[in-house]
């Protein structure tokens, strides 16, 4: 009963490729997020959103961006993917009111950028 | 801006002793922490939550306002407690800030 789906497990890419992570929840939630997961560093947000087509910045938007057109689906986009993008890429989603803040987390995607 | 500080990156006990995560945070607002585990080969889940109050898998957390901590513990460590422990603070905009992480193995 997989609930928070991420459409690639592992990518390789080149230097100054454009690319699309992405992320479907069947939950309905309200909440989506990007995280990068990095030894030593944690995870650390990159952008979430609190409803269709609202987003906001995280610690480190630099080099990204995102889309969420639909409630169920939140797009990460590299526009020109670097070396320094290499990273694990999560997802997660959350629901507002009760049970709010409790993430659920996708099973990752892991990009390799040469 | 939230932050949080687990200033253990590695942590190594052996199985049956007491074992203590630390995380540190700095939040103007009210706080509302979490802990998040991430056994080898799955899924980071949630562990705790502060509100909750509860002990799960024998692990506790009690936020101290005053320290600004929420330290996670075990009084006796298994080996099944191996993993990577994350400790998490919500912002204003149920935006979700993670510490770095401790990796801790539980050695038989």
């Known amino acids: 009963d997989v609930k928070v789906t991420q459409s690639s497990r592992y990518l390789v890419k080149r230097t100054g490729e454009k690319v699309f992570l992405e992320c479907v929840q069947d939950?309905?939630?309200?909440?989506m997020f990007w995280y990068r997961q990095d030894p030593g560093l944690g995870l650390r947000l990159i952008y979430f959103s609190y409803d269709v087509k609202m987003k906001e910045k995280g610690d480190i938007p630099e080099g990204y961006s995102v889309s969420r057109e639909k409630k169920e689906r939140f797009s990460l986009i590299l526009e020109s993917a670097s070396t320094n993008q290499t990273s694990m890429y999560l997802c997660a989603s959350s629901p507002t009111g009760a049970g709010a803040n409790v993430l659920t987390f996708g099973a990752g995607s892991r990009l390799t950028v040469l | 801006a939230q932050r949080v500080t687990q200033p253990e990156k590695l942590l190594s006990v052996f199985k049956g002793a007491p074992v203590e995560l630390k995380c540190n945070y700095s939040?103007?607002?009210?706080?509302?922490l979490f802990w998040y585990v991430q056994y080898s080969r799955q899924r980071l889940q949630l562990l705790l939550r502060?509100?909750s109050r509860e002990s799960i898998k024998g692990f506790t957390a009690d936020l101290n306002k005053g320290e600004t901590s929420f330290h996670l513990k075990k009084p006796f460590a298994q080996e099944e407690d191996s993993a990577m422990y994350y400790c998490a603070l919500r912002g204003g905009n149920n935006d979700m800030r993670f510490g770095a992480g401790t990796r801790l193995t539980v050695k038989p």
């Open positions: 939040y103007s607002g009210s706080p509302e």
């Open positions: 502060h509100i």
């Open positions: 939950m309905d939630h309200e909440n």
